[in-house]
Antibody
Framework: EVQLVESGGGLVQPGGSLRLSCAAS????????MSWVRQAPGKGLEWVAN????????YYVDSVKGRFTVSRDNAKNSLYLQMNSLRAEDTAAYYC????????????????WGKGTTVTVSS | DIQMTQSPPSLSASVGDRVTITCRAS??????LNWYQQKVGTAPKLLIN???SLQSGAPSTFSGSGSGTDFTLTISSLQPEDSATYYC?????????FGQGTMVEVK
């Protein structure tokens, strides 16, 4: 079964750090771009970051640049999000997702999602 | 950044109604547009990719159309289980951007 399981969320004070993990199983993790998407309580979805199969290309939303770092360990089938200098506005459910790149059509999409892990930034 | 303007923010319709949700991109994104359904407390579920390709497992009552800047998600016959929030997502250029969402209530 194809599965993504996030972990590492919790309560952290403003200015603190947290590292999220996403464990992948049931598919060839090293063959896929991966993404992080977040959703603040009662708000819409926000794409956070993408990382290429070998980690050679990484993209971030502007609001997390310089504070968040996405990485992966293909040997461990794991995706990570290191979050530093956390702010109240980073409070959200964080989802990891598998990126698909179909042949013949230029349209990336995320079809496999984890259930999410919740990050709360508060004093 | 590419802005995605989704409308309406919410709608209420009856079982069997035809429902349309639109998404407009601030610049040409070709067919790099996906539609997601999200029910409360769960992860988003992909319905449509590449503007009009129905995802495996998604009900055939869902369809997508459009290209360039204007896109539409249509539910041909609304069902009680379609009560959810729907989001468009452009993946033409980073940063990927979602629409604001459309909350659909089934009367």
């Amino acid at each position: 079964e194809v599965q993504l399981v996030e972990s590492g969320g919790g309560l952290v004070q403003p200015g603190g750090s947290l590292r999220l993990s996403c464990a992948a199983s049931g598919f060839s993790f090293s063959s896929h771009w991966m993404s992080w998407v977040r959703q603040a309580p009662g708000k819409g979805l926000e794409w956070v970051a993408n990382i290429k199969q070998d980690g050679s290309q990484i993209y971030y939303v502007d609001s997390v640049k310089g504070r968040f770092t996405v990485s992966r360990d293909n040997a461990k089938n794991s995706l990570y999000l290191q979050m530093n200098s956390l702010r109240a506005e980073d409070t959200a459910a964080y989802y990891c997702a598998r990126v698909e790149i179909p042949t013949g059509v230029y349209c990336f999409y995320m079809a496999v999602w984890g259930k999410g892990t919740t990050v709360t930034v508060s004093s | 950044d590419i802005q995605m303007t989704q409308s309406p923010p919410s709608l209420s319709a009856s079982v069997g109604d035809r429902v349309t949700i639109t998404c407009r991109a601030s610049q040409n994104i070709g067919s790099s547009l996906n539609w997601y359904q999200q029910k409360v407390g769960t992860a988003p579920k992909l319905l449509i990719n590449a503007a009009s390709s129905l995802q495996s497992g998604a009900p055939s009552t869902f369809s997508g159309s459009g290209s360039g800047t204007d896109f539409t998600l249509t539910i041909s016959s609304l069902q009680p289980e379609d009560s959810a929030t729907y989001y468009c997502l452009q993946t033409n250029r980073a940063p990927w951007t979602f629409g604001q969402g459309t909350m659909v209530e089934v009367k």
